[in-house]
């Protein structure tokens, strides 16, 4: 399949002009959104394809007000404000859906000999799949605001429960208001965090 490079305008709505929102206006969230938003996530790449990313949406306000108690003070509003934060979750355990994920040959030993190298692999691949997801609603046209300050044993008994799933962050989805923006923050140069060896 051939492909040619995103147009100026795609790319600031992805990258330049996206920013991370802290306010949020009254446009509603449908599941519809939601279901069409996980549907591009999903096609992010993973280790053997093994997906162990598990969401959460906390689209009800009873959701939402259950996730803030979880999170620190200064998140509390976004959280409440935000029509739908998502918990980003991982399952150490992904490679039980290896056999449907990866039919054409028995990956779980690949993963399950430990089970700090699986938690490991989940982790990260659960964090690639969180960023497909903001890129993904910044695609269709919905901002975010991840964050990472919240009491995680909490979330995770509070929404996980006896599941084994661990939260790796949050993510509010809405339309910003642009409240509470600052200008944009500098970013390391390319020598600064880059080579090309």
């Not at 934060?85 to 040959?105: A, R």
Request: include cysteine; charge should be negative; glycine fraction near 8%.
């Amino acid at each position: 399949m051939a492909t040619s490079p995103l147009d100026g305008a795609a790319l600031a709505q992805l990258f330049t002009d996206a920013r991370t929102y802290y306010g949020w206006d009254a446009t509603p969230v449908a599941e519809a959104d939601l279901r069409q938003l996980y549907d591009l996530v999903k096609m992010g790449p993973t280790s053997a394809n093994g997906s162990p990313a598990r969401f959460i949406f906390c689209h009800s306000v009873e959701a939402r007000e259950k996730l803030a108690a979880c999170v620190s003070v200064a998140n509390q509003p976004k959280v409440k404000a935000a029509p739908v934060t998502v918990i980003i979750g991982f399952d150490p355990k992904f490679y039980d859906k290896l056999p449907e994920l990866f039919p054409h040959v028995d990956a779980r030993p690949w993963f399950n000999w430990s089970a700090d190298f699986a938690r490991e692999t989940a982790f990260r691949n659960s964090s690639l799949q969180g960023a497909y997801l903001i890129m993904a609603a910044r695609g269709l046209g919905w901002d975010t605001g991840p964050m990472s300050g919240f009491d995680k044993t909490a979330v995770d008994a509070a929404f996980w429960g006896e599941t084994g799933i661990e939260t790796n962050f949050i993510c509010s989805l809405g339309k910003g208001n642009g409240e509470g923006l600052f200008p944009r923050l500098p970013r390391l140069s390319f020598e600064d965090a880059a080579q090309i060896l």
